[in-house]
T-cell receptor, first 114, second 116 residues
Framework: NAGVTQTPKFQVLKTGQSMTLQCAQDMNHEYMSWYRQDPGMGLRLIHY???????DQGEVPNGYNVSRSTTEDFPLRLLSAAPSQTSVYFC?????????????FGQGTRLTVV | AQSVSQHNHHVILSEAASLELGCNYS??????LFWYVQYPGQHLQLLLK??????LVKGIKGFEAEFIKSKFSFNLRKPSVQWSDTAEYFCAVRQGRGSTLGRLYFGRGTQLTVWP
């Protein structure tokens, strides 16, 4: 049981480049989310999804896109990378409703934009 | 919107000292409460959680937390810390129902440094 898997673990981008951070979970969780972690700021929600085909914005969505075509996958796309997007990104998933659980986190992706 | 406050940004203790980290949240109602720990260079791991029932919750590695509904608080405690407890600790709150069901609100974190 792999849990939540994020790839890549590290990435360096040049300003203006685009890329996709991958997130996959094998627990059949309906709820998936992306957070960014910056020093002294805690974790801030970027986008989330309550099921396949349903996504919504969180606290800091600008510059990021998401889609949820399957229950398992929730990729995060950076459209045109900026130095302000240098951060550590975490994907998380959980059950909601009657089977509600805590959020399970991936290992994180450390992104540097130069 | 829910907000979560962690009172201490950096706590420094000697081994065997007792620990209490404060956490308060702003919006009541039905909430799920969590403490996560992040060891250097690693991802977040669950220490303990409160969904309902006994407000005194025991977690892994000797940690416990007490939910005080009237004070909107969920403070983390450990009677005797170890050097290996050096990490960053995050309090998180999730609304139990409503339009933001599922969304986690995090505090800014408390860095705990334990000297041997």
């Amino acid at each position: 049981n792999a849990g939540v898997t994020q790839t890549p673990k590290f990435q360096v981008l040049k300003t203006g480049q685009s890329m996709t951070l991958q997130c996959a979970q094998d627990m059949n969780h309906e709820y998936m989310s992306w957070y960014r972690q910056d020093p002294g700021m805690g974790l801030r929600l970027i986008h989330y999804s309550v099921g396949a085909g349903i996504t919504d914005q969180g606290e800091v969505p600008n510059g990021y896109n998401v889609s949820r075509s399957t229950t398992e996958d929730f990729p995060l796309r950076l459209l045109s990378a900026a130095p302000s997007q240098t951060s550590v990104y975490f994907c998380a998933s959980s059950f909601l409703g009657a089977r509600i659980t805590e959020a399970f986190f991936g290992q994180g992706t450390r992104l540097t934009v130069v | 919107a829910q907000s979560v406050s962690q009172h201490n940004h950096h706590v420094i203790l000697s081994e065997a000292a007792s620990l209490e980290l404060g956490c308060n949240y702003s919006y009541g109602g039905t909430v799920n409460l969590f403490w996560y720990v992040q060891y250097p260079g690693q991802h977040l791991q669950l220490l303990l959680k409160y969904f309902s029932g006994d407000p005194l919750v025991k977690g892994i590695k000797g940690f416990e937390a007490e939910f005080i509904k009237s004070k909107f608080s969920f403070n983390l405690r450990k009677p005797s810390v170890q050097w290996s407890d050096t990490a960053e600790y995050f309090c998180a709150v999730r609304q139990g129902r409503g339009s933001t069901l599922g969304r986690l609100y995090f505090g800014r974190g408390t860095q705990l440094t334990v000297w041997p």
